[in-house]
């Protein structure tokens, strides 16, 4: 697995908007922010455009992440959101560059399509908060102090409390995964995760239930799921249910659907659509202890 070089001060970030548009309130502050506290910060020419949902259409917004991929001067890239649109852009892209000149790339939700491409180039990614959430009430936030320590130092601990759905136990092995739907939407493609061994990370936003039952039993039925080294349960959002209840929560949906299975399972943790999204270094090891208190740590060699 290959790690980018951590950050110091005045060096270059680029921030992209490779899926749904952007809100200029929503994200300056946070990229104002990061040149506040010394970072030349590079924005793409189209990421304030808009072409219905998209920020500018599937040419322009490739073009801004090529152009930030290509730039051996840039350390990181910041995706200004999620959304919807990352998908539709991969083929557009040539992530080679990143091999020879690595960086970070930042972001969750509809940027796990980025990850998980790049988790098959064997580049490490970090899953963690983007510009609208590192400013809250004028405040910084714990998710910009997180996203801060990792791309200056890799240094990422997570210390959480029990849920009582877990697992408990330990293990350690590869972090990989991200937004669940998009995950699931990678199955069968070349992008699909390897889960073998590795810890699975998962979260998702406004989901039917039903649907993230579907998505859980796809997994379970591929045998992804029987091969983890454990799981990690992040926010579960804003959920949707039928007129006709589901009849269970989210949570209970995941753990039933890993009931048998032999590894450790955390929920509640940290990261995802919430206020407190922690970041994390895909493709990194770590180990995760479960039990009365819960610990997820990067292992740096």
Request: net charge negative; glycine share 8%; proline share 4%.
């Amino acid at each position: 697995m290959i790690f980018p070089e951590y950050l110091q001060k005045c060096d270059r970030i680029r921030i992209v908007a490779p899926a749904g548009k952007v809100s200029k309130e929503k994200v300056l502050p946070g990229i104002e922010l990061l040149q506040d506290v010394g970072y030349e910060v590079i924005l793409g020419k189209h990421v304030f455009d808009r072409h219905f949902q998209y920020a500018g259409n599937d040419q322009q917004r490739a073009a801004d992440f090529q152009e930030a991929i290509n730039d051996p001067q840039t350390k990181a890239i910041i995706c200004a959101r999620g959304g919807y649109g990352s998908v539709r852009i991969i083929e557009k892209l040539d992530f080679s560059p990143l091999l020879k000149s690595p960086k970070w790339l930042v972001g969750f939700s509809d940027i796990t399509v980025f990850h998980s491409v790049l988790n098959k180039l064997e580049l490490a990614s970090i899953h963690g908060a983007m510009p609208a959430f590192f400013l809250e009430n004028k405040k910084i936030t714990k998710s910009f102090h997180s996203l801060m320590e990792v791309l200056t130092s890799g240094n990422s601990e997570v210390k959480f409390e029990s849920h009582a759905l877990n697992f408990k136990g330990s293990c350690s092995g590869e972090l990989v995964g991200g937004n669940l739907s998009l995950l699931y939407s990678l199955q069968g493609t070349p992008w699909q995760l390897d889960t073998k061994g590795k810890i699975l990370l998962i979260e998702d936003l406004s989901e039917y239930l039903y649907h993230l039952d579907r998505m859980m039993q796809n997994f379970r039925l591929s045998g992804q799921m029987n091969e983890l080294a454990g799981l990690v349960v992040g926010g579960f959002t804003e959920m949707q249910d039928n007129e006709s209840p589901y009849g269970k929560s989210a949570y209970e949906i995941i753990r039933e659907a890993v009931d048998g299975c032999h590894f450790p399972v955390c929920f509640d943790f940290p990261s995802g659509h919430i206020p407190k999204n922690l970041s994390l270094v895909l493709g990194a090891n770590y180990k995760m202890e479960v039990g009365e208190t819960c610990t997820l740590k990067r292992i740096q060699l």
